[in-house]
């Protein structure tokens, strides 16, 4: 079956723009993680959602991420003001649960702000 | 802060060869363990995770040892191939969501 899928794959913006990543979870799955790997360093968390709620915000740089959930499905994080900081890959990732649940991710999203 | 440290950013070994890489963590709530494993622009694949309850879990060629006690994990790759060399991340959570990962390891294994 389709796995995570992301979009866009590669995303180049002006410091202070705004930017959309898209995350398309894998079918049936009500938990939904955001991530982001600076380079050299691990994944970083930053969100996750059971259904359309998102419990844990405690991973979000600052007020200027969010990210919102629709029907379930498909999730949106938004970065407003991008800064030089922000550039990173973007992670997605979907599990039919929460708990001991393995996530499996997308591609990601490679964010360059120039 | 650091709670999942993978202290060898790269490792070789021979193709053939046991491969071990090491994983520690020091949050001591972290009750599910599990590897990755990353190519290059792609995002990171699921391996091979284990509980707390458990000591050993293998799959195939890979094999996780969990040592609670010493807060310390180890993946074993036997024997190890060619289309083994990737970056492999540790990871842990607690309560059962947010993953915390460690920096990784690039693994070569040279014919």
């Known amino acids: 079956g389709a796995g995570v899928s992301q979009s866009p794959s590669n995303k180049v913006t002006e410091k202070g723009k705004d930017v959309e990543l898209r995350c398309d979870p894998i079918?049936?799955?009500?938990?939904l993680y955001w991530y982001r790997q600076s380079l050299g360093q691990g994944l970083e968390f930053l969100i996750y959602?059971?259904?359309?709620?998102?419990?844990?915000k405690s991973g979000l740089p600052s007020d200027r991420f969010s990210a919102e959930r629709t029907g379930g499905s498909v999730s949106t994080l938004t970065i407003q003001r991008t800064q030089q900081e922000d550039s990173a890959v973007y992670l997605c990732?979907?599990?039919?649960?929460?708990?001991?649940?393995?996530?499996?991710f997308g591609p990601g999203t490679r964010l360059l702000v120039l | 802060d650091q709670q999942v440290k993978q202290n060898s950013p790269s490792l070789s070994v021979q193709e053939g060869r046991i491969s071990i890489l090491n994983c520690d963590y020091t949050?001591?709530?972290?009750?599910?363990f599990l590897w990755y494993k990353k190519y290059p622009a792609e995002g990171p694949t699921f391996l091979i995770s284990?509980?707390?309850?458990?000591d050993k879990n293998e799959d195939g060629r890979f094999t996780v040892f969990l040592n609670k006690s010493a807060k310390h994990l180890s993946l074993h790759i036997v024997p190890s191939q060619p289309g083994d060399s990737a970056v492999y991340f540790c990871?842990?959570?607690?309560?059962?969501?947010?993953?915390?990962f460690g920096k990784g390891t690039s693994l070569l294994v040279t014919p």
């Open positions: 990732a979907s599990s039919p649960e929460t708990g001991f649940e393995t996530q499996y």
């Open positions: 079918s049936g799955h009500t938990a």
């Open positions: 959602f059971q259904g359309n709620s998102a419990p844990d």
């Open positions: 949050n001591s709530m972290f009750d599910y």
């Open positions: 284990i509980s707390s309850i458990k």
């Open positions: 990871a842990a959570s607690a309560y059962g969501y947010a993953l915390n």
